[in-house]
């Protein structure tokens, strides 16, 4: 039912005044929108610069996602951010897709060295080489990481395990998803399987190392399967695990120039600037870093980078992470990989 009521001789006046409360609210609107608009532009520089978080950022991450504030200040301002990528950018559905993808892959390889290889096992005798004169360049000695325990991230059967680890260090763990991998390590180490303390059957985002318990964490060929925002968060848990002089060793292929996706296997490979971008989010300091050398010239390059906690490592690296802070600006010019 529809209730008729009289007209009144002001009802033009309230037909007007909508209006003029419309207008007002416009420039209400305006005037907020210029002030937290410059806030994001002044902010984003000093976050950018001393990696904290603030509550702009903070505010924004609990109500919109991360890539919205990014893409919003690439498109007004065009800072010069590390490209947003689709695949690493998507937090739920597109995440959830990247690791199932991965996991089903693995289902499919074989439990030995070729399957580790990927069908390059001419490769692994160099790849050996080359990461055991790189990795005694900081352990043993003054100042230099100790020998005691080393963790193999993404270890599979344990190659590295085996042939760069257990050479070195006492004991090892071994953190893989595929728990048939895991299964055949005792087989593959052929005598050395009782110097593996602890096998951890789970996804290296799910994992968090043990505090101070690591002298080395060893992470290869497994990082492209972790997005941005994943690689970034475990990197600061690899962090707390070190002992004192710890070091991160890295080993992965890194692409010429920006960010690909391998649709076969469900990974990532970044560009030198990316990885960079990422290590200097998480606290931590290169100390050195050296291409893979005598691996075929139409192979995707390979790097390896040792790490350390730079002096700046504390509670603010989590809590950058905590606030969805994933991306850093890109710093400096392009650095050819060739």
Known sequence: MTLSLPLRKDRSAREHQPQKLSTLAKNFFIMAYKAAHLAFKSRWHKTDEELCRHSMSFILH???RNDFF???????????????????????????????????FYREVPATEEGMMGDYIELSNTDIESSREFLRKFVG??????????????????????????????????????????????????????????????????????PQRYDVIWIQWVSGYLTDKDLLEFLIRCQNGLKDNGVIILKDNVAREGCTLDSLDSSVIRDLNILHSLIEMSGLTILQEERQEGFPEQCVPVWMLAMQKGPGHSRLHSETAETGLWMNRRTGKEKSID
């Open 70 to 104: 990014q893409s919003y200040l690439y498109l007004l301002e065009k800072l010069p951010l590390v490209k947003l990528y689709a695949l690493t950018s998507q937090v739920i559905n597109g995440e959830m897709q990247f690791y199932a993808r991965a996991k089903h």
């Open 62 to 64: 609990r109500a919109i």
């Open 141 to 210: 000695g003054v100042g230099k990481a100790g020998t005691n325990r080393a963790l193999d991230c993404g270890s599979g059967i344990g190659r590295i395990s085996k042939h760069v680890l257990l050479p070195v260090f006492k004991s090892v763990e071994l953190v893989d998803m595929m728990e048939n991998f895991l299964a055949e390590v005792p087989n593959y180490l052929q005598g050395k399987e009782d110097r593996v303390e602890t096998y951890y059957c789970k996804s290296l985002q799910e994992f968090t190392p043990a």
